[in-house]
């Protein structure tokens, strides 16, 4: 089953270069290292031998993954998306209805979620909860810490 996810043209193409850095780059120096280990002798006992081939796993593991997120990528035009709600790519004031906390999300893809840069993904419980609200909407959101209640403000591409 995939996942459609949407990014920006710019968002993408920072994907498609971390995939293209660990096959052209990350993939050979597992390589090498293998190798180096493999020459070492006997490889019943050589620990080193093994880290190699497990670190290769990993770093397989990790660029099969990259490269499914990349086939199911789609680039949106965020100049042809509806402003009235909250959509993909959207940048939401909100205010915690509890403490009056005021704060601005930008809804992005799972890879490009940057909590310090102000972007979560549209997969968080945060993200999901505010997909679809319009200005002036409130909605409650289950988080570890309990329940939020939220209120949209604004909201900007």
Do not use: C, W
Request: hydrophobic share 35%; no cysteine; net charge neutral.
């Amino acid at each position: 089953m995939s996942n459609v996810s949407y990014y920006t043209e710019k968002g993408l193409k920072k994907l498609k270069k971390k995939l293209d850095h660990l096959k052209d780059v990350q993939r050979p120096l597992a390589s090498q290292a293998i190798a180096e280990a493999r020459d070492k002798g006997d490889l019943s006992e050589n620990a080193e031998y093994d880290a190699a081939k497990e670190t290769q796993a990993l770093l397989e593991l990790e660029i099969s993954k990259f490269e499914e997120t990349v086939a199911n990528a789609r680039i949106i035009d965020e100049s042809k998306l509806d402003n009235s709600k909250v959509l993909v790519l959207s940048t939401v004031k909100i205010k915690n209805t509890s403490n009056n906390a005021v704060l601005s999300y930008k809804l992005v893809a799972q890879s490009e979620a940057d909590l310090a840069k102000g972007k979560i993904s549209v997969d968080s419980p945060i993200g999901k909860g505010l997909l679809g609200k319009k200005v002036g909407d409130t909605t409650e959101i289950s988080v570890p810490n309990g329940t939020v209640k939220f209120e949209i403000l604004e909201i900007n591409r």
